[in-house]
């Protein structure tokens, strides 16, 4: 139906009436978004059955930090970019107010104009709560649109932004909870329009919940700290890009994981730290030569029935279940909180997406600047488009900086 080069997008409709156009829009904007998001596959088709979503540009690791190590960063210490990844850690961030600016060139092997910038920032209101907001910005480049001929249509510049706001919490001196709102809007097909047919931009509004524990840790007659997260994103209505009633799931994700920093003495500090990500999105369900559901369940449900049904409807049972589980190591050496030096690993399963990388990055801050890096080594294939991907960040934070978590008081 289509063809992508670097610099254009060939539309080969084939349609006999205006509900079969409509659908194709739909594929075509699926199509790209997954492209964005999922590795070359090893495996073969018949075996491939992937989760797909719409907007999955939500699920990209926006800042350095935390990509750097494997793209873990639920139950990490504080920062500033804990909005994307688990916003009930902003209770227990050190500083009062600061802002961050992201940006990571994406998919250069494939098109050298598309990109994602992140902006975020927050405030501390009083020794409890904190506020949070953040502008994530996906830029598809220029596109050539064309008819079934090979026609110019139109150039278009398809892209996507998702606006948030959030709440942190404290709860006692340990734990910690929160609460983000978001409005996504999606434009990716330019407003295609073909035989009285016209595509929209997608729009939806989203929440996450987001909880933080941590507590003193010895270990080795050297202390330090641990920590759990959890946190689940996207929660929102279906999106649609026509005015047809088909509408595709947001990636709704289950992130849950765990870190242990220790201080290895007065300068130097080692942190470990695992996330496990589940879509909570139904599977594709398996169907015969009758168009009938031979294994699986239905995915046309319900938000809300669609979450609960994720965990038990891959047609391949528990094992492809545990198939959709990801998860990413990630390790940070940090001394005297100025220089850090940081590595990790990402795996999703081959008939899952097959996205498999090693990351590395370094970091350098002061009291009020910080500078973020990281670097995206895929583990097969030299034209892997997700291979060489980097990003960087830059953080200023202000205000007073204090040492401990503040007490907690009623």
Same mark, same amino acid.
């Given at each position: ?13 084939? %349609?006999?009436?205006?509900? @079969?156009?409509?659908?194709? +829009?739909?594929?075509?904007? #699926? /199509? ?60 227990? +961030?050190?500083?009062? =107010?600061? %802002? ?24 501390? #209101? ?42 942190? $919490?404290?709860?006692?001196?340990? #734990?910690?909870?929160? @609460? ?11 407003? +295609? ?24 840790? =010895?270990? /080795? ?16 209505? !279906? ?22 920093? @220790? ?72 001394? $005297? ?17 097959? $996205? ?14 910080? #500078? ?18 980097? $990003? ?7 205000? !007073? =900086? ?9």
């Amino acid at each position: 139906m289509k063809h992508i080069n670097k610099k254009s997008v060939n539309l080969r409709f084939q %349609i006999q009436n205006m509900n @079969l156009y409509k659908t194709g +829009i739909i594929v075509l904007c #699926i /199509f790209v978004h997954v492209l964005s998001a999922i590795a070359q596959s090893t495996v073969k088709r018949h075996e491939i059955n992937s989760v797909s979503t719409a907007v999955p540009f939500l699920t990209i690791a926006p800042d350095s930090r935390s990509s750097a190590m494997g793209d873990v960063g639920v139950a990490t210490s504080p920062d500033i970019n804990s909005l994307h990844w688990n916003p009930a850690k902003y209770a227990f +961030i050190r500083t009062e =107010e600061g %802002i961050s600016l992201s940006y990571s060139p994406w998919l250069r092997r494939l098109i050298n104009d598309m990109n994602l910038l992140y902006l975020t920032g927050y405030k501390r #209101i009083d020794k409890m709560q904190v506020i949070a907001a953040s502008l994530r910005y996906f830029n598809m480049g220029s596109i050539d649109f064309r008819d079934l001929n090979g026609d110019p249509m139109t150039t278009g510049k398809p892209n996507e932004f998702a606006l948030d706001a959030a709440y942190s $919490r404290l709860f006692s001196e340990k #734990i910690s909870a929160a @609460l983000a709102f978001r409005y996504i809007r999606s434009d990716i097909s330019s407003g +295609i329009s073909a035989y009285g047919g016209k595509a929209k931009a997608g729009n939806s509004f989203a929440a996450d919940i987001a909880v933080y524990y941590h507590s003193d840790l =010895e270990l /080795f007659d050297k202390n330090g700290t641990w920590a759990l997260g959890a946190d689940i994103s996207n929660i929102g209505n !279906k999106m649609t890009y026509s005015n047809e009633q088909h509408k595709t799931f947001l990636p709704i994700n289950l992130r849950i994981g765990g870190s242990a920093g @220790l201080n290895l003495d007065s300068y130097n500090k080692l942190t470990f730290a695992v996330d496990f990500n589940k879509l909570l999105v139904p599977t594709p369900p398996l169907y015969n030569s009758k168009g009938e559901i031979e294994e699986g369940k239905s995915r046309d449900v319900g938000v809300v029935q669609g979450m609960f049904q994720s965990f038990s409807d891959a047609p391949g049972g528990f094992s492809e279940e545990m198939h959709e589980i990801s998860y990413g190591l990630g390790l940070e050496y940090l001394y $005297r909180e100025i220089f850090a030096v940081r590595s990790g690993f990402f795996y999703e399963h081959p008939t899952k997406g097959n $996205r498999r990388y090693f990351t590395m990055g370094v970091g350098l801050k002061t009291h009020v600047v910080g #500078i973020d890096f990281s670097y995206l080594i895929a583990t097969y294939g030299q034209n892997n488009p997700l291979n060489s991907t980097l $990003r960087f960040t830059v953080i200023f934070n202000f205000g !007073k =900086e204090t040492k401990v978590v503040p007490e907690v008081t009623e």
